[in-house]
């Protein structure tokens, strides 16, 4: 007789771990099974080395607080920090409660900075630090553009740096790198030890709504193929690129109309432990034309596994899959009469995103040092080696205006009883993975949401609130989790 559960998890990334743990905390009673279909969990866009490891609080990412013609409007940044702020608290009441282990194994202070050179990017980063210093959140932040002062705070930028260039830099403390990779085993191996199943080489390959409203899940062994299924009652499709997959397979009708569009990067990376001993930060610039704001070039410090090196990146690529280990056949195989309108527009649409994409297939490794060099002068050819990223799977969507568009974002796709749900998207990702999954738990368990806010409250202490309208309450909640996490407020 097939086996019924309160929820499974597809998936074995950051977002299925973050849900899960939220669940297993609210609802200790529940029967949670995860399927993954590779050998182990975080081997997708979760892995280390699959992704950037910023901790994305909009501290030095120019695509959330953007020039246009008006004044600058510092709305999204500081929205983007106060998600943050709130996996900064739960994984902080994570730590006090013995589920993750020591912070540093995780999460390390490294101060963000932006980098911009040329009068019309200094003028508007001067700007941008005018706006954000007055913001609670944004407190620390500083500016420069003092060769002295930001060769104090990122030596590499500056040695050899050609004169009479106008560059300026700002840098917050504040700044984290997180591995993820090390977030989700912590996570998943807390949970295993409290009674949820999860069951790694297991493919789900359908999902079928059942009369009594449960969901029938239909999974593979990736390694015997032998098949099987189990019965539940919420399904979170955490599946990262493949997510779109298996929600178009569920038959919701909410799926209509979305395709996802994938992009691939690379990185530089040196582990040479007399460069990466000069460079301390991570410094985020402007994004050339044309290219998604999640490919802003960063020179960043990476902590893996208590060993520290810098990467360079991303350059873009094209795989037709939709995860790193996926199908070729992914692109194709999205395709059906309510989002092929919309795909197509999306590509019409979007010359420069095609032309920059075509410009970075043509970079090799001399022409990827020769962006590095922008930021660091003296970077030489041989001390960097390339490694390929994560994919990234950006959605692409029915517009009634625009009849298709690229959005940047994840979103959540939920049926309308909220007995299924997936996230689509990629940023800004894993940083923000816990105000998703609350947003998630209250669309989709209305019932039971309030009633889990006390329990919220003691895991996420401001949950509710708006840190920045509250320099007092800002003040004491970040000095409160950097104490717990080991970085700075
Ligand atoms: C190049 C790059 C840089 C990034 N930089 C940052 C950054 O600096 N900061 C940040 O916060 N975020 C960053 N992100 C985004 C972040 O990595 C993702 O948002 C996050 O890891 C997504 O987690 P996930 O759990 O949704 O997906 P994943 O980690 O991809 O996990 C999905 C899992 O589902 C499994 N799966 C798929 N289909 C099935 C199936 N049918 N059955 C069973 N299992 C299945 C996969 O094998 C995989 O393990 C970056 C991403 C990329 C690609």
Not at 52 to 68: F, I, K, R, S, V
Not at 461 to 484: K, R, V, Y
């Amino acid at each position: 007789m097939t086996e019924t559960v309160d929820v499974v998890l597809i998936g074995g990334g950051i977002m299925s771990a973050t849900l899960g743990t939220l669940l297993h905390q609210l609802q200790p009673e529940w029967k949670i099974v995860a399927f993954e279909r590779l050998s182990d969990v975080a081997q997708e866009s979760s892995n280390p080395w699959n992704n950037a490891g910023t901790g994305h609080a909009a501290l030095c990412e120019l695509n959330y607080m953007p020039q246009g013609d008006g004044p600058l409007d510092p709305a999204k940044a500081v929205s983007i920090n106060e998600q943050f702020q709130q996996s900064r608290q739960f994984w902080s009441s994570l730590v006090d409660k013995g589920v993750l282990d020591a912070p540093s194994t995780f999460i390390n202070a490294t101060p963000h900075m932006t980098f911009v050179r040329g009068e019309k990017d200094v003028a508007y980063l001067k700007d941008r630090y005018e706006v954000l210093k007055k913001q609670p959140l944004f407190a620390g932040i500083e500016y420069s553009e003092d060769s002295r002062v930001i060769n104090t705070w990122a030596p590499l930028l500056m040695q050899q740096r050609r004169k009479g260039e106008p560059f300026a830099a700002t840098r917050v403390p504040a700044g984290t790198d997180v591995d993820f990779g090390a977030l989700t085993h912590q996570l998943f191996d807390h949970l295993t030890s409290s009674g949820v199943s999860l069951r790694t080489n297991h493919e789900v390959r359908s999902l079928k709504k059942q009369k009594d409203g449960t969901w029938l899940v239909k999974y593979r062994h990736s390694l015997g193929r032998t098949p099987g299924d189990v019965k539940a009652r919420f399904v979170f499709v955490g599946a990262g690129g493949w997510a779109l997959k298996l929600l178009q397979r569920s038959g919701i009708p909410e799926i209509k109309g979305y395709g996802v569009f994938p992009i691939g990067g690379q990185f530089l990376k040196t582990s040479d432990p007399k460069i990466v001993a000069q460079h301390q930060a991570k410094v985020y610039s402007q994004a050339s034309v044309g290219a998604p704001p999640m490919s802003v070039p960063h020179l960043d410090t990476r902590v893996v596994g208590g060993e520290a090196s810098l990467m360079f990146g991303p350059f873009a690529t094209f795989s037709p899959k939709f995860l790193k280990q996926g199908s070729m056949l992914d692109i194709v195989s999205q395709v059906r009469p309510h989002n092929l309108v919309p795909m197509l527009q999306v590509a019409v649409k979007n010359p420069d995103l095609i032309t920059y994409l075509v410009g970075e297939l043509m970079k090799n490794h001399a022409k990827k040092v020769d962006s590095l060099r922008t930021f660091m002068p003296t970077a030489k050819d041989e001390d960097w080696t390339l490694i390929d990223a994560g994919q990234r799977a950006q959605v692409m969507k029915k517009d009634p205006k625009k009849g298709g568009v690229l959005q940047f974002g994840t979103e959540v796709v939920s049926a309308s009883d909220g007995s299924i749900a997936g996230l689509l998207g990629a940023s800004p990702g894993a940083s923000t993975a816990v105000p998703i999954m609350l947003g998630l738990l209250k669309k989709c368990f209305p019932n039971e949401f309030p009633s889990w806010e006390p329990e919220l409250r003691d895991l996420i202490p401001t949950f509710g609130m708006q840190l920045n309208t509250d320099a007092a309450l800002a003040e004491e909640s970040t000095a409160a989790t950097a104490a717990t996490l080991g970085i700075n407020r």
